[in-house]
């Protein structure tokens, strides 16, 4: 068990709706990373957080917004979903020590669009 | 052409074999490297990281990395049913931001791996 809870663990819905993942980082981690993986693109870095102020951004749709809370928890956001939308979404987190630190990851939401 | 090349496979074993599992990078800027486990279903597990050329062996794992070649690799030894993953090389380039742990890692596709028995 890495120690990264990821809710819901299955989700389904209609395009265009919204959708909320929830991610609670491992005690004391301070980083949060969101990435998507599909079959064709593999694991697509989206975006990171690091302490509630987004770091670093990746290939993430304009449909798409995250945000972390003072608590530390993550959520990702996806409106406007389309059927290409549909994918694993994977949150990890890092601790803060050292440049070098390792991902650690949750065992992801699978959405699917239909 | 992507960042990171790694052959998907798949790539099917016996029990006991030597495995092979091998990445290339074109970014020079990557200086740290990991690979990760994943099985059906669950999210990568992180099995090895390292940022220095050369080899780092944990039990039946052995990491290599070549940074002069842009070719990292991951040797398993006396593979086991248990092994059988998708795995997956992921780098970093070096950030250091006041010592904040920073940056995106990126993946290679990833090579699915069966050990049978």
């Known amino acids: 068990d890495s120690g990264v809870t990821q809710t819901p663990k299955h989700l389904i819905t209609a395009t265009g709706q919204r959708v909320t993942l929830r991610c609670s980082p491992r005690?004391?981690?301070?980083?949060v990373y969101w990435y998507q993986q599909s079959l064709d693109q593999g694991l697509q870095f989206l975006i990171q957080?690091?302490?509630?102020?987004?770091?670093a951004k990746g290939n993430i749709l304009e449909r798409f917004s995250a945000q972390q809370f003072p608590d530390l928890h993550s959520e990702l956001n996806l409106s406007s979903l389309e059927l290409g939308d549909s994918a694993l979404y994977f949150c990890?987190?890092?601790?803060?020590?050292?440049?070098?630190?390792?991902?650690?990851f949750g065992n992801g939401t699978r959405l699917t669009v239909t | 052409q992507k960042e990171v090349e790694q052959d998907p496979g798949p790539l099917s074993v016996p029990e006991g074999a030597i495995v092979s599992l091998n990445c290339t990078y074109s970014?020079?800027?990557?200086?740290?490297f990991m690979w990760y486990r994943q099985y059906s279903r669950k999210g990568p597990e992180l099995l090895m990281y390292?940022?220095?050329?050369g080899n780092k062996e944990d039990g039946r794992f052995t990491a290599q990395v070549d940074k002069s070649s842009k070719y990292i690799s991951l040797f398993i030894r006396d593979s086991q049913p248990s092994d059988s993953a998708t795995y997956l090389c992921?780098?970093?380039?070096?950030?250091?931001?006041?010592?904040?742990?920073?940056?995106?890692?990126?993946f290679g596709q990833g090579t699915i791996l069966t050990v049978h028995p």
């Open positions: 990890a987190s890092s601790g803060s020590v050292s440049y070098n630190s390792p991902l650690h």
């Open positions: 957080y690091y302490n509630g102020e987004e770091r």
């Open positions: 390292t940022y220095s050329s």
């Open positions: 970014n020079s800027a990557f200086q740290y």
């Open positions: 005690s004391g981690d301070l980083s």
């Open positions: 992921a780098m970093r380039e070096f950030s250091n931001a006041g010592g904040t742990s920073y940056g995106k890692l990126t």
